[in-house]
T-cell receptor, first 111, second 115 residues
Framework: TQLLEQSPQFLSIQEGENLTVYCNSS?????LQWYRQEPGEGPVLLVT?????EVKKLKRLTFQFGDARKDSSLHITAAQPGDTGLYLC???????????FGGGTRVLVKP | DAGITQSPRHKVTETGTPVTLRCHQT?????MYWYRQDPGHGLRLIHY???????DKGEVSDGYSVSRSKTEDFLLTLESATSSQTSVYFC??????????????FGSGTRLTVV
């Protein structure tokens, strides 16, 4: 069992649809990050959230950190084929000093 | 200009041979990391460095060693490659230990196949 559980593991949608990816844990995190990874490349940081209840927007992407700082979600509005990739959440436990990654959600947006 | 580069990008090697992967950064970041990425396991930390000649083990360090003789270079060595070490290896850098604010910057990866 991973410290950070992502769901779903795989998501296939049509262009223009909305999607939500979840990142859950039983631990409290001092901060949480979301990365996107494209085939043949390394993950690229999208956002960092540090305050419980925080919401950040990056164009059509909306990131939310749970009030209790145990979970996070990523919502994409009107998905485009360019949103296709592996989405990874990563967090630092409140009492820890390392970054732990979730298993990832693979998103496929069909034209 | 990429602030972090990995070499080689692809390598095929035989079981039992030593293999060294190189990570080079131009950002002067203190922290450097080696991860492996496998289906079903996500990214797992092998070793990390918090300064020149300062390194520590991650969660999957068995069979691997690292060295950092200069700020900009972090080497990962598979002492005697096994088929279970077939994977994609990523190097990452950060200014802080946890990357809590600035995040990690990853290289493009090295795909290693052990036959």
């Amino acid at each position: 069992t991973q410290l950070l559980e992502q769901s779903p593991q795989f998501l296939s949608i049509q262009e223009g649809e909305n999607l939500t990816v979840y990142c859950n844990s039983s631990s409290v995190f001092s901060s949480l990050q979301w990365y996107r990874q494209e085939p043949g490349e390394g993950p690229v940081l999208l956002v960092t959230v540090v305050t419980g209840g925080e919401v950040k927007k990056l164009k059509r992407l909306t990131f939310q950190f749970g009030d209790a700082r145990k979970d996070s979600s990523l919502h994409i509005t009107a998905a485009q084929p360019g949103d296709t990739g592996l989405y990874l959440c990563a967090g630092v436990e409140a009492a820890g000093n390392k970054l732990t990654f979730g298993g990832g959600t693979r998103v496929l947006v069909k034209p | 200009d990429a602030g972090i580069t990995q070499s080689p990008r692809h390598k095929v090697t035989e079981t039992g041979t030593p293999v060294t992967l190189r990570c080079h950064q131009t950002e002067n970041h203190r922290y450097m990391y080696w991860y492996r990425q496998d289906p079903g396991h996500g990214l797992r930390l092998i070793h990390y460095s918090y300064g020149v000649k300062d390194t520590d083990k991650g969660e999957v360090s068995d069979g691997y060693s690292v060295s950092r003789s200069k700020t900009e270079d972090f080497l990962l060595t598979l002492e005697s490659a096994t088929s279970s070490q077939t994977s994609v290896y990523f190097c990452a850098i950060s200014e802080s230990r946890t990357g809590a604010i600035d995040g990690y910057t990853f290289g493009s990866g090295t795909r290693l196949t052990v036959v």
